[in-house]
Each structure stands twice: as C-alpha cells, then as structure tokens.
C-alpha cells in the first residue's frame, strides 16, 4: 500500500508539474498576444486577460501542489532555529500535518457538498451554472482548479506518511 500512495503521488507530480508548465506558456503566449496587439495595433482581443488570468490561478495552485510534494514550500524561522531533537521533528510533523488537513478538508468538502448537506449545493456544482463572459465556458473548468490542488497535497501529504522513517544520522548523543 506504501509503494501505491507512493507512485500514485510521484505520477500526479508529474501531470501537475505538466500541467503548471502548460498553465504558465498559455499565460505567457496570451499575455504577450495582448501586449502586442494593444501597443502595436491598438486593439487588444478582449479574452487575452481572462485566460491569462486564469492560468495564473491554475499556474499558482498545481506550484502550490508541486512546492508541497518537493517540500520546497516557505519554513518560517527555519534558519533562526537548530534542527529540533528527533522527537520534538516527529511532533512538529504531526502539527503540520494537522493544520494541513484542518484547512484542506473543509475546501475540499464544500467543493462537493454544500452548506446544508447535498451535491447540489457544492461549489463546483454552483459554478457549473455560470458563465464567463469573454470565454463562454463554464466557470466550473476555472475554479475546478482549487479542490485539484487540495486533493493533490492530502495525496502528498498521504505520501509523506507513507514513507520510511529517515535512519538516524550519528549526530544525536546517546544517553
């Protein structure tokens, strides 16, 4: 099961890393579209800033993912303070591990369920019913990208469970 979670996670980090590439070109060639084409034909197509827009969220949120799995994300005062003992590493694991699920769960269940119980009240089911107004899609293609990345880090953070405990390094003392 290890080994499951494990590949499961790495193969995800792959598609989102993809995916975040994708995002990023997209943003890039639509953003210079409307750079062009406002400074040189003084007429700028109108959807250029929506889609760079939203794959600037899609680019954000699949980095958020990517961050977390390569733990490259921001450690707050990691460089004013030593490296914990091994036990006080395991509990600030297990507090991380804590405040991760305390504010991904609920995103992801609202994204589904609504305030009051049933799919039909979700956020996801709530934006299928609107339209944004340059592209004409659906807004659930847009902001299908916030419960992706929550279900990719608690598949991370599932992975990070999953793996070994590191073997001691012969820098502790023993007793």
Known sequence: MR???????????TAARG????????MFVTVMIQVVARYV????PVWTEDVARYMMVWTGLL???????????AVLLQSV???PPALL??????IQSLAIL????????FSFVGLRGGFSKG???RQAGLTADTLGIQMVWIVAAVPLAMILILIHLAARWAEPAAAPTGTETEI
């Open 102 to 109: 305390t504010f991904t769960l609920p995103v992801v269940y």
């Open 41 to 44: 034909f003084a007429s700028p």
């Open 89 to 94: 590493g395991v509990m600030a694991e297990a």
């Open 81 to 83: 303070f030593p490296a």
């Open 63 to 73: 980095g958020a993912t990517l961050s977390f799995k390569t733990r490259s994300d």
């Open 19 to 26: 995916a975040a590439i994708l995002a990023l070109c997209v």
């Open 123 to 125: 956020y996801l089911v």
């Open 3 to 13: 080994r499951l979670i494990t590949r499961l996670s790495n193969g995800l980090h």
